[in-house]
T-cell receptor, first 110, second 115 residues
Framework: LAKTTQPISMDSYEGQEVNITCSHN???????ITWYQQFPSQGPRFIIQ???TKVTNEVASLFIPADRKSSTLSLPRVSLSDTAVYYC???????????FGAGTRLFVKA | DAGVTQSPTHLIKTRGQQVTLRCSPK?????VSWYQQALGQGPQFIFQ???????QRGNFPDRFSGHQFPNYSSELNVNALLLGDSALYLC??????????????FGEGSRLTVL
């Protein structure tokens, strides 16, 4: 399983775009990259998943360069309610032993 | 469509006691994974069940055991509780798909406090 490295914390202001980068230097050919969001005392929630290039959904975009050794989660125009911990995960089997790292604590200020 | 449900939501035990936590997966899901999350840390993988069998296990002692029933629901049992077992226990369900890292759906968790 590929190890991931993320910043421990980030600060932002409402309305700004936030980019959280995750490093995964030993990602395997058939690994996918997945991001989860977690609020205090709740279970993590799936945000977005991708394999290469760019993926966009209604809440976020995921940018993956050609070498796939890193990925960037982009949250457009964050609000106070986006204050949470964001986890980057790398793996290739349906939920099989999915490993979470320490995550990035995002603080959105008014 | 009900999501993942866990019970109880909160419970308090004393050292040496045993606890059973329960999880009902999202409708249509066949795989259940259990995680332990200590305060301020990321979820730590305990084990995963599929077809009523433990498929993979994380770095947890044998005091942690589980079971999956024919209806895909699952239980997590912890024996001889230690103070360090105090944590939020999360259940996640998914569809087994060997070709894709399937989305995990988490419950709200069971908060265990060991005194």
């Amino acid at each position: 399983l590929a190890k991931t490295t993320q910043p421990i914390s980030m600060d932002s202001y409402e309305g700004q775009e936030v980019n959280i980068t995750c490093s995964h230097n030993n990602i395997a050919t058939n690994d996918y990259i997945t991001w989860y969001q977690q609020f205090p005392s709740q279970g993590p929630r799936f945000i977005i998943q991708g394999y290469k290039t760019k993926v966009t959904n209604e809440v976020a975009s995921l940018f993956i360069p050609a070498d796939r050794k890193s990925s960037t989660l982009s949250l457009p125009r964050v609000s106070l309610s986006d204050t949470a911990v964001y986890y980057c995960l790398v793996g290739n089997t349906g939920g099989f032993k999915t490993i979470f790292g320490a995550g990035t604590r995002l603080f959105v200020k008014a | 469509d009900a999501g993942v449900t866990q019970s109880p939501t909160h419970l308090i035990k004393t050292r040496g006691q045993q606890v059973t936590l329960r999880c009902s997966p999202k409708s249509g899901h066949d795989t259940v994974s259990w995680y332990q999350q200590a305060l301020g840390q990321g979820p730590q993988f305990i084990f995963q069940y599929y077809e009523e069998e433990e498929r993979q296990r994380g770095n947890f002692p044998d005091r942690f055991s589980g079971h999956q029933f024919p209806n895909y629901s699952s239980e997590l049992n912890v024996n001889a509780l230690l103070l360090g077992d105090s944590a939020l226990y999360l259940c996640a369900s998914s569809l087994l798909d060997r070709g894709l890292m399937g989305e995990l759906f988490f419950g709200e968790g069971s908060r265990l406090t060991v005194l």
